[in-house]
């Protein structure tokens, strides 16, 4: 069984520019939430997905939008890249519907993102 | 808003001896509390829950109490080792918010020999 894995690990990006994280859930989960986590700060939920489908979003503005797959993995793009947007982004993924509950995520390790 | 927060943002311990942790939370609709570790440079690890009908539950070397009288959960640590040194988060989630995670800003633990 393998792990949430994500991709970068790191990235560099200019304000103004736009980048696209990916994630892979564990296998066997059809769910996927993305978190921001400024420095020293807990992580913050972005938005889930589930079925390829938005199944909720917290409060971070629309040039933050995703993607899910048929497979199960998702794209997290932000546009319009600002200064405050330098944080690690976390994947984590669940079971929805059946088997595990869907609080019980599991995280990747994150793709660094700073914004220059 | 809705928050939830750390009583305390560093706690330092001697190695075998037992940590706690605290944590305090506002939302009363929150179904389940959810414990994590964080080490530097990777992402969260699940380490308990709890659901919002219990008081207690236990694992291994780990222990979490929730009172929702004065809306507060801790994480009792037993016999704290080197390896338990790292952030821990406390968590909460509804059925309302789809199980989206609400986190705190974290405890830094630090094991000392």
């Known amino acids: 069984e393998t792990g949430v894995t994500q991709s970068p690990t790191h990235l560099i990006k200019t304000r103004g520019q736009q980048v696209t994280l990916r994630c892979s859930s564990q296998s066997g989960h059809n769910t996927v939430s993305w978190y921001q986590q400024a420095l020293g700060q807990g992580p913050q939920f972005i938005f889930q997905?589930?079925?390829?489908?938005?199944?909720g979003r917290g409060n971070f503005p629309p040039r933050f939008s995703g993607l899910q797959f048929p497979n199960y993995s998702s794209e997290l793009n932000v546009n319009a890249l600002e200064l405050d947007d330098s944080a690690l982004y976390l994947c984590a993924s669940s079971l929805g519907v059946t088997g595990p509950p869907r609080w019980e995520q599991y995280f990747g390790p994150g793709t660094r993102l700073t914004v220059t | 808003g809705e928050s939830v927060g750390l009583h305390l943002p560093t706690l330092s311990v001697q190695e075998g001896d037992n940590s706690i942790i605290n944590c305090a939370y506002s939302n009363s609709a929150s179904d389940y509390f959810i414990w994590y570790k964080q080490e530097s440079g990777k992402g969260p690890q699940f380490i308990i829950d709890i659901r919002s009908n219990m008081d207690k539950r236990q694992g291994q070397r780990v222990t979490v109490l929730l009172n929702k009288t004065v809306k507060h959960l801790s994480l009792q640590i037993a016999a704290t080792q080197p390896g338990d040194s790292a952030v821990y988060f406390c968590a909460e989630t509804d059925s309302n918010s789809g199980y989206a995670l609400n986190f705190g800003k974290g405890t830094s633990l630090l094991v000392t020999p």
């Open positions: 997905y589930y079925r390829e489908e938005e199944n």
